[in-house]
């Protein structure tokens, strides 16, 4: 029976020491009570509480967490849009006491706050400025949280505006007015490209046409030096001027009479082609250059008499 009393002891004795020890990880404390009261916060590592008196009423972590808040609201052009906050905090490894017996649910006085400045602000800007502007959304929102929740013992590391979502319809419509504004932008890049075109070609166009007319001014030129030549030629040997370019007209139109002859697919005709026709062209040059002679001379005279 001795042996029996002796056992029961021992073994109550190790459950009373086994409650006295306890362990608090790494990045976390621990809430002691002691008869219902606030006694002292443990820290992580190896801590002894008093049994059956002393109580761990609770653990925080103090590493940083996320809370993901969603909410909807509407913008300032009548848009209903779906915004995802995520808020970054931690307990404050002084304020362990605040965070604890201050705060029941933390992460319901979060979202009220979250809710509070997200449907205060997004209602003041258009849909487009909502996703210009989301980091300022994000930073009111944890300007807003870091003055309340530090009194409860709560840091607001960061808070991110992580989706943006507008209505189905509203999405749709976005989609629309983008695929037509860039079908716009090409058919405005198309259009450029065949005026450049068109303009590029004109000033080939005409860039020709100065060359093709600089080339038959360059011909004609060469012509009229070489019938000078001959003309000074026939001078020489007693025939006139007149009878020079008679002289030179026949001989080019016999020569083309030729050069058709020697052309088995030519279609030119050179009208007048009778025998007498060299003839008759000759007395038609001279008598038109002696009749524009005698109307030059007479023109002269009469203006050297009107100058007297």
Not at 171 to 179: D, L, Q, W
Request: hydrophobic share 45%; proline share 2%.
């Amino acid at each position: 029976m001795g042996q029996f009393i002796l056992v029961s002891i021992i073994f109550f004795g190790l459950i009373i020491l086994a409650s006295a020890i306890f362990i608090v990880k790494q990045k976390t404390a621990a809430i002691i009570e002691r008869f219902g009261k606030f006694h002292s916060i443990r820290q992580s590592g190896f801590q002894m509480k008093i049994p059956l008196i002393d109580k761990v009423a609770g653990k925080l972590s103090l590493k940083i967490q996320q809370l993901d808040v969603i909410i909807e609201t509407k913008t300032l052009d009548d848009v209903f849009v779906r915004l995802k906050v995520s808020v970054q905090y931690r307990v404050i490894r002084d304020k362990v006491y605040d965070a604890f017996y201050q705060l029941d649910y933390p992460h319901d006085q979060i979202t009220s706050y979250v809710f509070d400045v997200v449907r205060a602000e997004v209602p003041k800007m258009k849909l487009d400025d909502v996703f210009v502007k989301k980091d300022d959304i994000a930073l009111a929102v944890k300007a807003e949280l870091n003055d309340a929740m530090s009194d409860y013992g709560f840091d607001i590391i960061k808070t991110l505006v992580t989706d943006i979502d507008p209505d189905a319809q509203v999405k749709a419509a976005m989609n629309r007015i983008n695929a037509a504004d860039r079908e716009k932008t090409a058919a405005q890049f198309e259009g450029d490209a065949a005026r450049i075109l068109i303009v590029e070609k004109a000033k080939a166009e005409a860039e020709s046409k100065r060359l093709q007319g600089q080339g038959i001014a360059d011909q004609r030129r060469e012509i009229a030096r070489g019938l000078e030549e001959s003309v000074d030629v026939l001078n020489r040997v007693g025939i006139n001027s007149q009878e020079a370019s008679a002289l030179i007209v026949v001989t080019q139109h016999y020569d083309t009479l030729q050069a058709i002859g020697q052309e088995t697919n030519s279609n030119l005709i050179l009208l007048p082609n009778s025998p007498q026709a060299g003839s008759n062209m000759l007395n038609d040059m001279v008598a038109s250059f002696t009749a524009s002679n005698q109307i030059g001379e007479a023109m002269k005279n009469s203006k050297k008499k009107k100058d007297d």
